[in-house]
């Protein structure tokens, strides 16, 4: 039998922290939209407006997370980083993370 301090102890580890990674994942397509990396990269990440604009769907997740973190930061700084710098600052960087993992999860 579990003990109650044990018990309370599993229960508020899994309210605070795998209730809200579980959630943020649920939400990955919704965040997309959101953020509004649909107006540049188009509805799924395989359809960008532009042909300069890459094609987000399939990428590598490790390579969506460090230009997502890099754009944000000012370290890659080309003519589109400039731009979607204005964009990352409205994104965390647990939603990059969540935004690269299912990113990647998606078919090219």
Same mark, same amino acid.
């Given at each position: ?7 309370i102890?599993?229960?508020?580890f899994?309210?605070?922290f ?22 540049c ?7 960008? #407006?532009? %042909? *300069?604009?890459?094609?987000?769907a399939?990428?590598?997740? +490790?390579? =969506? ?16 980083s ?8 409205? #994104?965390? %960087? *647990? ?8 990113? +990647?999860? =998606?078919?090219?």
């Amino acid at each position: 039998m579990i003990s109650q301090p044990r018990m309370i102890s599993a229960t508020l580890f899994i309210v605070l922290f795998i209730l809200p990674v579980y959630a943020l994942a649920m939400d990955a397509a919704a965040l997309y939209h959101e953020r509004t990396c649909i107006a540049c990269h188009g509805a799924d990440g395989k359809q960008p #407006v532009m %042909d *300069e604009y890459p094609k987000l769907a399939g990428q590598a997740e +490790a390579y =969506l997370l460090t230009q997502m973190k890099d754009i944000k930061s000012g370290y890659r700084t080309n003519a589109h980083s400039v731009a979607m710098k204005n964009v990352m600052h409205l #994104v965390s %960087d *647990e939603e990059i993370a969540v935004l690269a993992k299912w990113l +990647a999860s =998606l078919s090219e």
